[in-house]
């Protein structure tokens, strides 16, 4: 059974650029959430959804960053106009209700 | 404003020795979980506490919650190197569940 699976692992953007970050979920899991990790520090939750459903979008920045979970294929992180500040790892977790999260890899974001 | 603190931030421990973990959080919560993060890897769940007086084990550590002091400690016992790595406390708050507020984790290196 394959656990959450991110893509890319890593992923380098000029300032400016739009960066998409994907996560499928553990099979028959239909929660996704979705944190950040700045360098030493601990998770930020940014959203949870479920299937073509945003959930929870507390954490989720006002401009530039959006979430989808549609109801075909992977979820999407998406940053459009990167900057500097964007630069950290991103963790997309899946769970079913009620249920302990289990975590993807991570894609780790660097801004040129 | 929640806070989950974890103290001490950084443990360099010598090998068989015993140490604890403290994670305090502010508000109610009766779910807790406990992660370890080895460095620029993912995150792997290592307890799910949820109630009151829980008590779990696993190998050299175990961990327990005391929601009334709103509490949780990781108890290691008899250290070896393969324990270092970071170690996160994590509190759910969402009454929906899956909205998970990290500590800002614990860096454990244990030296011979």
Not at chain 1, 15 to 24: F, I, N, V, Y
Not at chain 1, 57 to 78: C, D, N, T, Y
Not at chain 2, 7 to 35: A, G, H, V
Not at chain 2, 81 to 89: E, R
């Amino acid at each position: 059974n394959a656990g959450v699976m991110q893509n890319p692992r890593h992923l380098v953007r000029r300032r400016g650029q739009e960066a998409r970050l994907r996560c499928s979920p553990m099979k028959g899991h239909s929660h996704v959430y979705w944190y950040r990790q700045l360098p030493e520090e601990g998770l930020k939750f940014m959203v949870y959804l479920q299937k073509e459903n945003i959930i929870d979008e507390s954490g989720m920045p006002k401009e530039r960053f959006s979430a989808e979970f549609p109801k075909e294929g992977p979820s999407i992180l998406r940053i459009q106009q990167v900057v500097r500040g964007d630069s950290a790892a991103y963790f997309c977790a899946s769970s079913t209700q009620d249920q302990p999260q289990h975590f993807g890899d991570g894609t780790r974001l660097s801004i040129l | 404003e929640l806070k989950v603190e974890q103290n001490p931030l950084f443990l360099s421990m010598q090998e068989e020795k015993n140490y604890t973990i403290y994670c305090n959080y502010s508000t109610t919560s009766d779910r807790l979980y406990w992660y370890r993060q080895d460095p620029g890897k993912s995150l792997e769940s290592l307890f799910v506490l949820l109630s009151n007086g829980a008590v779990k084990q696993e190998g050299r550590l175990m961990a327990s919650l005391d929601t009334k002091a709103r509490l949780s400690t990781l108890h290691i016992t008899a250290a070896v190197h393969d324990l270092s790595a970071t170690y996160f406390c994590a509190v759910d708050i969402s009454d929906q569940g899956g909205k998970l507020i990290f500590g800002q984790g614990t860096e454990l290196s244990v030296k011979p």
